[in-house]
């Protein structure tokens, strides 16, 4: 059974769903962490969901502009610091000491885990990310456009990926936004801060310097998604959907599987 990639992925509705119902919408994400040109070990952490790439949730304290209504897509997405571990995992690259935090690009492997406790139904979403920083609306980052694009439901023009990035800078509360003032993550204390980072910062401008130079959306873009439904002890449930072909020319082959 397939249902075509220019429909909603036959997943998304009661993944969203169940997402909407949880009391807090945090899910497990595992990333690959390079230790040596031999040694790959895996990193995961809490981190919270922030809605589907080009259809985040409404918040009527937003001041940023909006992109038009009308996208879509069945990526959905987190924000991060540029600063954090995770960032440079997914790049797919160390950390290189005294340059700028990556920008925009291609991530590699991932995996996203919701445990939807009133549903009772675990999702497991394996794919691959893309990061998207202050850069986006470059010549250099048009590539990371074009290959989001692909997954991305809607027509004309108007759609604008740095418009996105501040949508969800604005969708954050000030004192959010203030942690990407904070000092770098993991750094020890003794260390010398620079200008503007401090905890516990409130951040009321959209386009704040140094909290939008470490600020990124996370998008992930799930090629095979595990749903495992225990609301039944007695019968319990579970799917494969399996990304077939390229965006939304592609499709979904869905098999029901023991648990």
Request: net charge negative.
């Given at each position: 059974m397939a249902e075509t990639a220019r429909s909603p992925a036959p997943w998304r509705a009661s993944f969203l769903a169940h997402v909407k119902d949880m009391d807090e919408p945090s899910f497990n994400l595992s990333t690959l962490h390079r230790i040596d040109d031999t040694t790959i070990v895996p990193r995961s952490r809490t981190v919270i969901y922030r809605g589907m790439w080009a259809d985040m949730p409404v918040n009527s304290k937003n001041q940023a502009e909006l992109n038009p209504k009308g996208f879509e897509s069945d990526l959905p997405t987190l924000t991060t610091d540029a600063r954090m571990e995770k960032v440079p995992e997914m790049l797919n690259s160390g950390r290189d000491n005294g340059k700028e935090p990556m920008q925009s690009g291609k991530g590699g492997p991932i995996e996203a885990v919701f445990w939807c406790s009133k549903a009772k139904t675990q999702w497991?979403?394996?794919?691959?990310?893309?990061?998207?920083?202050?850069?986006?609306?470059?010549?250099?980052?048009?590539?990371?456009?074009?290959?989001?694009?692909?997954?991305?439901?809607?027509?004309?023009?108007?759609?604008?990926?740095?418009?996105?990035?501040?949508?969800?800078?604005?969708?954050?509360s000030p004192m959010m936004r203030g942690t990407f003032r904070n000092p770098p993550p993991g750094?020890?204390?003794?260390?010398?801060?620079?200008?503007?980072?401090?905890?516990?910062?409130?951040?009321?401008?959209l386009d704040d310097a140094v909290a939008r130079k470490n600020f990124r959306v996370v998008i992930i873009v799930p090629e095979e998604v595990d749903q495992v439904d225990l609301s039944d002890p007695e019968r319990v449930r579970r799917w494969s959907y399996m990304h077939v072909g390229e965006g939304t020319a592609g499709s979904w082959k869905i098999t029901e599987t023991w648990p």
């Open positions: 497991r979403l394996r794919g691959h990310s893309y990061i998207i920083g202050p850069d986006i609306g470059s010549d250099a980052a048009a590539p990371v456009r074009a290959a989001v694009e692909r997954h991305m439901r809607g027509s004309g023009n108007e759609f604008s990926f740095t418009r996105e990035l501040t949508a969800h800078f604005g969708n954050l750094t020890p204390l003794s260390e010398t801060l620079s200008a503007g980072e401090a905890l516990g910062q409130k951040v009321e401008d």
